[in-house]
């Protein structure tokens, strides 16, 4: 659920397509320009389950891995979705209460791929109600 609800989050503010230039669960062979999002860890939750579920709050964090066949293109790509994942308030996504969405570091280079596509990365940490 977690990928789904940033994807949708991601297509609602940043003008992507689910399926088409973001995916899930790492990069597609095509296009060449793409977002993909990992559930990548994260922390452990704060809180107490005991009778109410909803005092406790999931920290899990996400790799985005933004590539293009430029670094320019893979840096501007990044720095794009890092605007819109930098620090996101508290929201509703999907029926589940997120009350923050932060990114760790700024994007950083990581690696050209078989095809000499440059990759760019960050992580965010997502701190959200127990779904």
Do not use: W
């Not at 990044?78 to 605007?83: E, G, P, R």
């Amino acid at each position: 659920m977690l990928l789904e609800e940033l994807s949708d989050y991601l297509s609602s503010q940043g003008g992507f397509t689910d399926g088409t230039d973001l995916f899930r669960h790492g990069l597609q062979p095509a296009p060449a320009r793409q977002v993909a999002l990992n559930q990548s860890g994260g922390l452990r939750g704060q809180g107490n389950l005991g009778n109410d579920a909803t005092a406790y709050v999931e920290q899990p964090t996400v790799q985005v891995l933004c590539r293009d066949n430029t670094a320019t293109g893979a840096a501007d790509l990044a720095n794009d979705v890092f605007q819109l994942l930098i620090d996101v308030p508290a929201r509703d996504l999907g029926g589940v209460r997120y009350y923050g969405i932060h990114a760790q570091q700024s994007p950083q280079f990581m690696q050209r791929d078989e095809q000499r596509r440059e990759i760019f990365v960050f992580n965010v940490l997502i701190r959200k109600a127990l779904s």
